[in-house]
Structure formats: structure tokens, C-alpha cells
């Protein structure tokens, strides 16, 4: 942690060895958020303790209120969106799952408000351990997702999420694996401010709740028009999925990092490939580096944005591939992975039709080993197509 | 202080500003009191305001999309979040430098006693700089007549049918805000416009959570007749059921109006929803008023020694 010193001349840069929920609050605060409405939650915490203690040192100029529930940050988020500030707010699980009528507000009064969610499993029973049910469940609220790797990625598509969100006018979620990314250490690099200035200008929206001007937001709405509304929600998703590539593009060439809407790695001449979310990624590329060493021709996509879904990349990177295997730590009831189902939906009007195996693996944060992601990968690879439609990994029956 | 003298004839002109920053074209019931009371609200606070709206009858009263009743911006929120939206618009507007703006949240007694009490209890704790207004139908209006924690014992509603009417006393909300210790509170009545405007405008002047609670009759759900609900607000003052007072502090309480004291009948007699009250259970209420003008007026005399 940086001193008092340091922090009243603003957030320092340079490498610094930090959790990822201090490299969350290390882009919320070099995004320059204006509001922090947040309640605490495990494992998220200490994202907002961190950007409290910014607050209190002065090195970030944010009204932060103290609400009494994550329904209330929402609400709260909203309104200072709604008015022109820069909104930020972070939880987890049940956090998350108290907010979702709220979610639906952002989205649908476009408000440009950033969020991070620790993963974690939902209760009951009482877990605090990761996957991603939590996040997964909010997916038809409007709200954009990117699913990071480390804590770098973290921090780097804090200030990414809101330039995206406040080009499209939705909001965005930026999603981390419990433990192993928000409470492990890993040297990040933090920007210069001066850096992140330019590449987000202040927020300025060009519909505010403004005395000189004033408008009604959000009131009741007749079967004429409300259609028209949520077409227009669409096609700012879509809109997001160029302005995300771009604002990528643009990050990389200022800061030198980047990191696609999704990753492909070592698939070319793959005879299967991987698709991961998250820190599973992490060790699934260990994984394929050794397979690859003895001659496996095994390789990887990485999907980072979730929502809005990258249809046109996962398409051109795995329809290359002759098998996919998804890795999913979650699990849809009733039905099955649910990014097995998203590859699935992006894939079923694409040529050739390719076998696609559904592993559900890790949930309530049990490890994903390289040893298990070595099983999947043999299973795929000795399968022609999946005998059952989830393959659920080490669940002892 | 305020000073209003029982016998004066209130006098609008002079009194209330001519300013009209509600518009005539609302989409309100005949003789809707929360419809009056915003109109007096709004001339007290001025055009340097931003109102939010939960879901109440309000909602609709503003008018559909894209019209506004209202010449304020007005945002439109959840139920439960009149209070907590309203802080974060008033941060947003401090961090801007706009922190001057008066937030008026605006909801129905489902939105406050109810529902939003969670949030509302946040935003006084931490003394939130808004302006709480909650316009008191008694009831679930909006959806059709179905009993709130602000419904009086034994009033008809949806919910409680005459067979099974309200068993539980009105929610004491004036003392659960007093007791959050914020900087005002006080009560109101569509009936006395100037003592409402005056505590309007008291309330904008101060920092930090202010919550004013004002009645609000509604011929469709009170099954009275609309020509009835200034003279029903009226009542509900003179018969103490609804005093005017106010608090400061959570601790100093001061009695805004001197009622007359009417029999509570009269207040009853004029609202379908009392029909069914038997002359015991109208005793019941008259002693219960009694009791309770007797604790305010302690309270209030406790102030003043």
C-alpha cells in the first residue's frame, strides 16, 4: 500500500505487488470515479476499504457513501449517473443478487456505471467461495462483462469498462474469480494518471438531470414506444463489441497491454480447443504448453467479454478447431454450462457443425487443477462426440 | 419559528409563491391531495430542485413518457429506492460542484413505511443532504386500495375487507425519523398550504435529512367524494388525528397548529372507508386520538420548559 505521503499527490504509478481487489480499487480510482456507493461483502471488501482510504487521503476526489445495503450502492450509483457523475461500485453474490432489479435500471436508464464482482457461489449453503453463478445469473440485464485473467487485466479494464460504457451508455461489469485473483498478489503495473486522463475523458453525458434543462427520466412508458426502447439497448450492445475493440486497441497502444474481447492461444492446427473464462485460463495454458511439448495439438480461446457476446470471434477462431471442450464453472439448472450454451447459440448457424463438449468443473471454488483440465482435454480428445450432455469433473457421486 | 395562528383565515396571496412549477395537465384523480401538495411543495422549493419519484401514485400522476408535469428534472426510480437514489444524486451533484441543487424525494406511505423504510432509515443515519417528503394516501393507492403500515386501524381496504378490517394502529413514522435524531421533521397538511410551504422552505434551508409527512386524501381510495379532500385534510388536523408539528433534532417537538379538538366522528363520518366502524370502535379511535395528542403535547411541553 502506497503511504499518506504519496497518496495526497494522487495515485502514484509504477510496479507495485498487489491483490486483485487493490488493482480493481487502483482503476476506479485512476478512472477518476466521482461516487463510490458500496456495502461490504466477502471476498470484495477491500476494494472499497482501499478506495475509502483514497478518498480520506484525498488522492481520489470521490464522494463515497457508506449505504446500508448493495441495493441502496445501486440506487444510489444510479442517481449520481443520472446527474453526470462517474459511479462506481463493487460486490459480490448475494451483494449482487440483491441489486439485480437495480441492474435492470442502469441498463435501461443507460447509465454508464461501473461495477466490479468478485465472483462467488451463491447460498445456500453459506460459501464464499468462487464461481460464477453469481455474475452469470445478472446476464439479461443490460449489463456488459468482461471476465478477467490477473489482476493487471483487472485493473487495466476498470478504466476500459467506462470507456466503453460511456460511448454505448451501458453499464459494465467487470468480473473476478474469488481468492484466486482477489486476494493473491501479483506485481501489476499501475498507469500514470496523467496516461489514463487521456485515454478517459471526464464524463459528460449529453442527457443529465439538470436544472436548466429539465427532463423527466424513466417515467411510464406505452406499449408505442417501450419496444422501441430495448431495440435501442440492443443495438448499443452491438455497437459495444466495435467500441470494446477499439477501446482495447487504444489502451495497448497508450499503455502497451491489451487484451482482445477474446484470446486465442496455440490454436492453430489445434484438434481441440479449450474455452475458458477467467483464472482458469491461467492454468489451462500451463496445461496446453506441456501438452504441446510432447505433441498434442491442443489450444485455447479465452472468451474476456461475455456481454455483449463476441458471436463473430468465437465463430472465426473455433469453427477452425475440430472439437471444442468448454470449461464451465457454473452451471445453469435445468439445462447445463452456460457458456457451453453461449458457444453453442454463437455456433449453431455457422458451418461446419463441430462437437462441442460441456465440462462443468470447480464449483463453490474447489480447485481446477492442471491434472483436471488434463482429464477434460483427454476426454475430448478420445471422444467423438460427448455422451452426456455435462460432463461434470470430480463431483463425487 | 413558525408562527400560525389558529383563528388567522390563511390568506394565500402574499403568503405562497405565485410560482407554478407543476403544470396543469397531470394525470392525478379529482381532489388527489398528493397532486396539491406537490403544486405547494414545488412553489416553496423552487426551480433549483430535482425530484425523484418512486413507484407510487405519482408514477403516473407526472404524466407518461415523454411528458412531465413537472417543471424540475424528475427521475423516476424503484420503489424502495426514493431515499437511497436521491443520495447518490446529491452526491453526484456535490462532486460536480452543483451541491447548492435541492433533492426532493417524493413518495407514497407504501414507498416510505413500507418498502423504502431500509433505505430512508440509511439516508437519515447518515443524514443525507435530501428532502424527504412522504405523501400519506394511507394505503396502497396505486395498485388499487391495499393496506400499508400507514393504514388506520380499522379502515376499509382491499386487504382488509369489513369481515377482517385493519387490526394494527397506523406506523408511527414522525417518531421512528425523530428518532433518527435528523436535523428536521415535521408534518403537513394540504389544507393549511402556507404552514406547508413555510416547512417546505424551513427544510430547504437546512443540511442534512429532512422528512416531511404530509396527508393526502384520495377519493377513490378513502371512497370520499373529491370535493371533500381539502375539508377532509382540514378535519384530519382539527381532530388531532393528523396534528401539525414539528421536530428539530429528533428532540425539540413544537405543535405547528392549535386544533380545535372536532369530535373524531366528523373526520370519519365523510370516508366510505369508515362506514362499517361501530359507535365502540369510533370510542376506541377517540381515545386513542386523545392519548396520543396528550403524548405529543408532553413532548412538546418538555421542549418548551
Not at chain 1, 453526470?84 to 456505471?113: D, K, N, V
Not at chain 1, 477434460?376 to 455422451?387: G, N, Q
Not at chain 2, 426551480?47 to 425523484?52: F, G, K, N, W
Request: hydrophobic residues 45%.
Amino acid at each position: 500500500m502506497a503511504t499518506e505521503v504519496e497518496l495526497k499527490a494522487g495515485i502514484p504509478s509504477g510496479k507495485k505487488v498487489i491483490t486483485g481487489n487493490y488493482a480493481v480499487s487502483y482503476g476506479a480510482a485512476l478512472a477518476r470515479a466521482q461516487v463510490i456507493a458500496a456495502y461490504p461483502i466477502t471476498p470484495q471488501t477491500q476494494i472499497v476499504e482501499l478506495l475509502a482510504d483514497f478518498c480520506a487521503e484525498g488522492a481520489l476526489r470521490a464522494n463515497f457513501i457508506k449505504v446500508e445495503s448493495e441495493h441502496s450502492a445501486m440506487a444510489a450509483c444510479i442517481g449520481a449517473a443520472a446527474v453526470g457523475a462517474r459511479a462506481f461500485t463493487a460486490t459480490s453474490a448475494q451483494g449482487l443478487a440483491l441489486m439485480h432489479e437495480m441492474l435492470h435500471w442502469a441498463a435501461g436508464a443507460r447509465l454508464p456505471i461501473v461495477m466490479a464482482n468478485v465472483n462467488r457461489a451463491m447460498g445456500p449453503p453459506w460459501s464464499i467461495w468462487t464461481d460464477q453463478n453469481d455474475s452469470l445469473s445478472q446476464r439479461d440485464t443490460g449489463w456488459m462483462q468482461f471476465y478477467c485473467e490477473s489482476n493487471q487485466e483487472a485493473l487495466d479494464t476498470v478504466i476500459q469498462a467506462y470507456k466503453v460504457a460511456e460511448k454505448v451508455l451501458l453499464p459494465a461489469m467487470l468480473v473476478l474469480d474469488a481468492f484466486f485473483l482477489s486476494h493473491t498478489s501479483e506485481p501489476v503495473e499501475i498507469p500514470e494518471q496523467g496516461l489514463v486522463d487521456r485515454y478517459l475523458p471526464p464524463y459528460n453525458p449529453e442527457f443529465k438531470l439538470d436544472i436548466t434543462d429539465p427532463r423527466a427520466f424513466g417515467g411510464i412508458t406505452m406499449p408505442s414506444e417501450y419496444f422501441e426502447l430495448r431495440y435501442k439497448m440492443q443495438k448499443a450492445m452491438e455497437e459495444a463489441l466495435e467500441v470494446a475493440k477499439a477501446a482495447d486497441l487504444e489502451f495497448k497502444e497508450l499503455f502497451g497491454r491489451g487484451y482482445g474481447l477474446v484470446e486465442p492461444y496455440r490454436l492453430e492446427d489445434a484438434e481441440l480447443a479449450l474455452v475458458t473464462s477467467g483464472t482458469v485460463t491461467s492454468t489451462a495454458r500451463l496445461v496446453i504448453d506441456e501438452l504441446r511439448a510432447k505433441g498434442e495439438r491442443v489450444g485455447l480461446l479465452k472468451v474476456r467479454l461475455f456481454r455483449p457476446f463476441p458471436t463473430a470471434l468465437v465463430r472465426e477462431h473455433l469453427l477452425k478447431v475440430p472439437k471444442i471442450a468448454v470449461i464451465d464453472r457454473n452451471i445453469s439448472f435445468g439445462h447445463g454450462g452456460i457458456f457451453a450454451q453461449e458457444i453453442k447459440s454463437a455456433l449453431y448457424n455457422a458451418e461446419p457443425r463441430r462437437p462441442l463438449f460441456g465440462f462443468v468443473a470447480g464449483l463453490g471454488g474447489r480447485d481446477i487443477t492442471p491434472e483436471l483440465i488434463e482429464e477434460i482435454i483427454a476426454y475430448a480428445l478420445a471422444h467423438d462426440r460427448p455422451e452426456e450432455e455435462i460432463i461434470w469433473m470430480g463431483v463425487k457421486r | 419559528m413558525i408562527e400560525i395562528k389558529q383563528s388567522s383565515p390563511y390568506p394565500l396571496r402574499g403568503v405562497l409563491p405565485t410560482d407554478e412549477l407543476m403544470l396543469s395537465g397531470h394525470l392525478a384523480c379529482q381532489g388527489c391531495g398528493a397532486a396539491l401538495v406537490m403544486r405547494y411543495a414545488l412553489k416553496a422549493l423552487g426551480e433549483r430542485t430535482i425530484a425523484v419519484i418512486p413507484a407510487c401514485c405519482w408514477t403516473i400522476i407526472a404524466g407518461a413518457f415523454p411528458y412531465s408535469a413537472l417543471r424540475v428534472p424528475l427521475f423516476h426510480t424503484a420503489f424502495e429506492t426514493a431515499a437511497s437514489a436521491a443520495a447518490g444524486i446529491k452526491a453526484g451533484l456535490e462532486v460536480l460542484g452543483k451541491g447548492d441543487i435541492t433533492v426532493l424525494a417524493w413518495a407514497g406511505d407504501g414507498g416510505t413505511f413500507d418498502i423504502g423504510l431500509q433505505a430512508l432509515s440509511g439516508a437519515a443515519e447518515r443524514n443525507d443532504d435530501i428532502i424527504y417528503v412522504c405523501y400519506d394516501n394511507e394505503a396502497y393507492m396505486n395498485t388499487g386500495i391495499q393496506r400499508s403500515s400507514a393504514t388506520p386501524w380499522r379502515a376499509w381496504t382491499t386487504t382488509t375487507p369489513t369481515r377482517h378490517p385493519k387490526d394494527e394502529p397506523k406506523k408511527d413514522m414522525m417518531a421512528i425519523m425523530a428518532a433518527h435524531r435528523i436535523p428536521y421533521a415535521a408534518t403537513a397538511s394540504p389544507a393549511y398550504p402556507e404552514d406547508l410551504v413555510r416547512k417546505m422552505q424551513k427544510a430547504k434551508a437546512i443540511r442534512g435529512t429532512k422528512f416531511i409527512h404530509i396527508i393526502s386524501p384520495c377519493p377513490p381510495g378513502w371512497k370520499s367524494a373529491s370535493e371533500l379532500s381539502v375539508k377532509l385534510a382540514r378535519l384530519a388536523v382539527q381532530t388531532k388525528i393528523f396534528p401539525l408539528y414539528e421536530v428539530e433534532n429528533g428532540l425539540k417537538w413544537r405543535i405547528t397548529l392549535e386544533p380545535k379538538g372536532l369530535p373524531v366522528e366528523e373526520y370519519l363520518k365523510l370516508q366510505g372507508r369508515f362506514r362499517h366502524l361501530s359507535p365502540e370502535e369510533i370510542r376506541k379511535i377517540q381515545e386513542t386520538v386523545d392519548a396520543e395528542w396528550a403524548r405529543l403535547v408532553a413532548k412538546a411541553k418538555a421542549e418548551a420548559s
